[in-house]
């Protein structure tokens, strides 16, 4: 897989960066100087917040998947870590505050056309706070799981849910 990279210059020389083979990839590297720059997916996190056997979802109010219903999840700043970072965005797009119980997977985002990255799922449960959409999300609600919207989005927010299905972790399917 190929990263198209807007740098096209040595951030150690300032020579131009070339594609090259290094260590059987083709990576982006100075011409001049030993630099390469090494491409890492970045690192988000998503709740499951579970409450009386309902699901916390958001439709989302930006691409991709704008209109869509998702967990609430973003990317981990450099100053937290992935459980600090899953409350201040469940905070942030639903206006609840919440307890981080368990860890339930680590899966890839391989449908966000931004970037691939890692995502790190936690089950959580709300402590307070009200309902509210905010931030990236134009909607905030809890669904039963026997009546989850169609229109989900992120691959990764579906496989959670068989997970949490699987585990009974969830309510009954009944509508």
């Known amino acids: 897989m190929r990263h198209d990279l807007n740098e096209r210059f040595c951030a150690r020389c300032g020579s131009p960066l070339a594609d090259r083979a290094i260590e059987g990839r083709l990576r982006r590297a100075c011409s001049s100087c030993s630099h390469v720059v090494w491409i890492h997916p970045t690192v988000g996190a998503v709740a ?21 219903w998702t967990m ?13 970072a899953v409350t201040r965005e469940v905070r942030e797009e639903t206006g609840l505050e919440v307890v981080v119980e368990e860890l339930l997977d680590v899966v890839c985002n391989d449908d966000d056309p931004r970037r691939r990255g890692l995502v790190v799922a936690y089950l959580a449960r709300p402590v307070g706070g009200r309902l509210l959409a ?8 809890f669904f039963r799981f026997g009546a989850l919207p169609e229109d989900l989005g992120f691959a990764n927010n579906r496989w959670l849910i068989e997970q949490l299905r699987r585990r009974g972790l969830v309510g009954s399917d009944e509508p």
């Open 48 to 68: 499951a917040v579970v409450e009386r056997g309902e699901l916390l979802l958001i439709r989302r109010r930006i691409e991709p998947f704008r209109g869509h």
């Open 72 to 84: 609430p999840a973003g990317y981990v700043e450099i100053d937290e870590t992935p459980a600090a």
């Open 134 to 141: 905010g931030d990236d999300a134009e909607e905030a609600r």
